[in-house]
C-alpha cells in the first residue's frame, strides 16, 4: 500500500524556520510528482508547492521566496524547507502525489 509519512512540524515565532518531511513507500518514488498541500483551521486544502519527477518547482504566491521543495529519490523523500515563517502559515502539512494515499499531516503553529 502506497503510503506517505510527513514530519518535521512544530510551534516556531514568526521569522523562524522549519523543515518538514514526506517519506514515501510501497510505491516507485521517482517517477512521480510531488506537492505539499496545507489546510488551516476552517479553510480548504490548498496547494502550496510542487516538484516534478526531474526536480522542477512551483510555488503559490504566497510563499515564494519563502518555501523551497525538494526531493531526494534515493531516500524516497520530499522535503519543504520554509523559512521566514508567518502566522498566516499555521495549518496541517500534508504531502501527496499521484497513487498515494493522504498522510496523516504535521502541524506547523507560527506564533509569538
Known amino acids: 500500500q502506497a503510503q506517505l509519512v510527513e514530519s518535521g512540524g512544530g510551534l516556531v515565532q514568526p521569522g523562524g524556520s522549519l523543515r518538514l518531511s514526506c517519506a514515501a513507500s510501497?510505491?516507485?518514488?521517482?517517477?512521480?510528482?510531488m506537492a505539499w498541500y496545507r489546510q488551516a483551521p476552517g479553510k480548504q486544502r490548498e496547494a502550496v508547492a510542487s516538484?516534478?519527477?526531474?526536480?522542477?518547482?512551483n510555488y503559490v504566491d504566497s510563499v515564494k521566496g519563502r518555501f523551497t521543495i525538494s526531493r531526494d529519490n534515493a531516500k524516497n523523500t520530499v522535503y519543504l524547507q520554509m523559512n521566514s515563517l508567518k502566522p498566516e502559515d499555521t495549518a496541517v502539512y500534508y504531502c501527496?502525489?499521484?497513487?498515494?494515499?493522504w498522510g496523516q499531516g504535521t502541524q506547523v503553529t507560527v506564533s509569538s
Open positions: 510501497g510505491r516507485i518514488f521517482s517517477i512521480n510528482d
Open positions: 501527496k502525489g499521484p497513487g498515494f494515499q
Open positions: 516538484i516534478s519527477y526531474d526536480g522542477r518547482t
